[in-house]
């Protein structure tokens, strides 16, 4: 790792599932190097990854058979992925619960310390410790009662998306499809609105990263914590339902919320396109976009390592060097590039979760 580049915190990693599931892992260990996957000990440490949102994540094809690769339709200018039913909130909990013994398995063993406070936060980049932050991706992982935030918060959870891209109890997530418009459905249902107010009240992060737009402008309109996105890139640039519209980012900018820049080539790429032939250039002009639109206090990273196909110019974590040096040389200074690799994460995580 180049000593001088900042420790990057990312918004948002896959690396529970990877490593739980043996057909995508293919059972590699957090603490051996390896070629698969992205994320692994010894490759955070070349990058200079300081830790980030580790997701739990539950995905359908376990359970009811729709999987992404054959949901998919190729039309003339994009794609159009089926919708993805919902799943059994009991399913999600018992799953969720797995990946998140997976995560306190990775810090009883040493491999990094999962984070309550933005004190502590601060304290593992310090001392290079991988910070994690305990992340649900999807509120039916919290089983069929939502009053179960408040146990989950007490075990470490900091941060909720209420969806994935499909429906639950609590909203309903974007279809993936390009070229899209993120309105694609309903907005809050009264189970959202008052888990809202419940993540509120705790000081758990709500993601909007995969909400449809109506939900997000339901959770604009009630939260009073910032608004982040924890992996979503520019509409403008890609206009993928995933992405955020200007007056979406707007709208973060003014509540002191954030984006992280999500590294998947198919929400960075104006074609929509799966290729990893996708210059690093393509990443930085998706910065540059967010930064002049929320501001250099609003801008981080969210990498979707392990979940998405990534640049091959950036390849995995030990790459995270090679995007800054390009931040760098196209005019991003120090102080602004420790922004963008974890200063702002810092900031808003404080914010929402207090102290
Ligand atoms: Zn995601």
């Known amino acids: 790792m180049e000593s001088d580049l900042p420790l990057v915190f990312d918004g948002h990693n896959d690396t529970l599932l990877n490593l739980h599931l043996p057909d995508r892992g293919e059972g590699r260990s957090f603490f051996e190097r390896s070629d698969l996957g992205h994320i692994d000990l010894p490759r955070a440490r070349e990058g200079g990854f300081g830790g980030g949102f580790f997701a739990c994540y539950v995905p359908n094809s376990e359970v009811d058979g729709w999987n992404e690769e054959e949901a998919l339709t190729v039309t003339d200018d994009g794609y159009e ?4 039913p919902r799943l059994d909130p009991n399913y999600a909990r018992y799953f969720a619960d797995e990946l998140v013994a997976g995560l306190f398995r990775l810090q009883s063993e040493g491999g990094l310390r999962v984070v309550r406070t933005a004190e502590d936060l ?9 910070a994690a932050i305990l992340h649900f991706e999807g509120a039916e992982n919290l089983g069929p009662d939502p009053g179960a935030l408040e146990e989950l918060y007490e075990a470490g959870l900091r941060s909720l998306g209420l969806v994935w891209s499909r ?34 009240r705790l000081g758990v992060l709500i993601d909007l990263s995969h909400i449809n737009e ?36 707007d709208a973060i900018r003014d509540s ?22 996708t210059p690093l250039e393509t990443v930085v002009r998706h910065v540059d976009y967010l930064v002049g639109r929320v501001g250099i206090e609003g ?10 196909k990534v ?11 090679r995007l800054l040096d390009a931040l760098r040389s196209v005019g991003y200074d120090e102080p602004a590039l420790e922004k963008l690799a974890h200063r702002n994460w810092v900031r808003v995580l404080r914010t929402t979760w207090g102290g």
């Not at 992925?81 to 993805?84: F, R």
């Not at 601060?122 to 991988?130: A, M, Q, T």
Request: aromatic share 8%.
């Open 81 to 84: 992925v089926s919708d993805a």
């Open 122 to 130: 601060e304290r593992c980049l310090r001392e290079g410790i991988v």
């Open 167 to 200: 429906p639950n109890a609590y909203a309903h997530g974007v279809p993936f499809r390009f070229p899209s418009s993120p309105d694609t459905g309903p907005g809050l249902t009264g189970a959202g609105k008052e888990l809202v107010r419940e993540c509120n």
């Open 214 to 249: 109506r939900g997000f402008w339901d959770v604009a309109d009630l939260s009073e914590a910032p608004l982040v996105a924890t992996h979503s890139n520019a509409h403008v640039l890609c206009p993928a339902s995933r992405n955020l519209t200007d007056g979406q980012l």
């Open 256 to 277: 002191g919320g954030m984006v992280g820049v999500n590294f998947a080539v198919g929400f960075l790429r104006e074609d929509g396109g799966e290729s990893v032939d």
């Open 299 to 308: 801008v981080g990273f969210g990498s979707d390592f392990d979940g998405a």
């Open 311 to 321: 640049p091959k110019d950036l390849g995995d974590v030990s790459g995270l060097p």
